[in-house]
């Protein structure tokens, strides 16, 4: 058997380090449709490799990420960090300085030959490097299909209003080769497992109305035109025109009122952003800013889609959640900016 020593005898008979400038440090898990993970002992340990030939991720089993470096000198040592050296079904134990492996493995005289795979697993306490000429390792290749989307429309939301309803996945089409290398260079190729997952669809909900927004939607400026005319700018940069601003006095109704039911006499079902008007003077589906005179309430955005027998001339009536609501709202005087 071999001692620390002789080993290093044996590796300064050997030729001076020489790595591609491309190679990979490869050492994550490889899955298994029974297990979850590959055995480390059915596979190579993780290795230092040429890999000009290979456009995808390179994975070993033995439980550590993917990690890519430009040359074995890259892969940094931590002072008294345990090591342990394995060459040719051996192994031995080491203390590292502050150092590379590279310098680990030169001040032990033991200078791997130009066709020599490094496997260095640094993933746990003891770093692991591994010494030999052959190497078993797996090519993932992975093709993915984009999450269809389809799209809800709303008509009482802005076409600028877009809401995730439901988060679709990507479809991966994974296919697994096990390669083998010898002396340096690939000698074997097989397809050794291969998977498909589907891909989900997304749903989005995204507006129809134009020149509108949702009824809490902040206002950071309305700007006025002495005809009554003007734009409406909201907080997320989105801008609003308005045709006509009237004063109008509005008083509150809910569900559960005498007569008040959850479907309005357009045909929608109540909601906040539900006003109740005299449809000679504002039709149905007009679209409106509401905000009392007096600051108290900003009512927000909103449709004109019911109506009711005290609702006449210059009257609306704002529908609220709550009774309580309605009470502390009572009777106000309001400013209604009619959207275009």
Excluded at 54 to 83: M, P
Excluded at 95 to 105: I, P, R
Excluded at 316 to 333: H, K, P
Aim: proline content about 3%; charged content about 20%.
């Amino acid at each position: 058997m071999l001692n620390k020593s002789n080993l290093a005898r044996y590796f300064r008979s050997k030729r001076v380090w020489a790595f591609s400038a491309a190679v990979v440090l490869a050492a994550v898990a490889i899955p298994n449709a029974s297990s979850g993970f590959v055995a480390a002992a059915d596979v190579a340990e993780p290795a230092y490799i040429q890999v000009e030939d290979l456009n995808s991720d390179i994975y070993l089993a033995n439980g550590a990420q993917l990690t890519a470096e430009e040359s074995g000198k890259d892969v940094l040592l931590k002072a008294g960090q345990s090591v342990i050296l394995y060459y040719n079904g051996e192994s031995f134990t080491e203390t590292a300085g502050d150092e590379t492996v590279s310098q680990l493995l030169e001040r032990l005289g033991a200078e791997p030959g130009p066709l020599d795979t490094v496997a260095v697993d640094a993933s746990g306490d003891t770093v692991e490097i591994h010494v030999g000429s052959d190497i078993v390792l797996y090519d993932r290749v992975e093709t993915v299909t984009e999450s269809p989307v389809t799209y809800v429309y709303n008509d009482v939301l802005p076409t600028w209003s877009e809401t995730v309803l439901r988060q679709g996945q990507d479809g991966v089409h994974t296919k697994i080769y096990e390669v083998v290398y010898s002396d340096g260079r690939e000698v074997s190729r097989q397809l050794v497992e291969e998977t498909d997952t589907q891909a989900t669809e997304t749903v989005i909900e995204k507006g129809t109305l134009s020149n509108f927004a949702p009824n809490d939607a902040e206002v950071a400026n309305i700007v006025k035109n002495g005809d009554g005319t003007g734009k409406i700018i909201l907080e997320n940069g989105q801008e609003l025109t308005f045709n006509q601003t009237l004063n109008m006095k509005a008083t509150a109704y809910t569900t559960g009122d005498p007569g008040v039911g959850t479907i309005t006499a357009s045909g929608t079902t109540v909601r906040v952003g539900t006003v109740a008007v005299d449809r000679k003077q504002i039709p149905f589906g007009t679209k409106m800013y509401v905000v009392s005179n007096d600051g108290a309430y900003l009512y927000g955005f909103s449709v004109a889609e019911d109506t009711g027998g005290a609702i006449r001339q210059n009257r609306i009536d704002l529908y609220f959640e709550t009774y309580q609501e309605c009470i502390n709202f009572g009777v106000r005087n309001c400013t209604v900016y009619i959207l275009d």
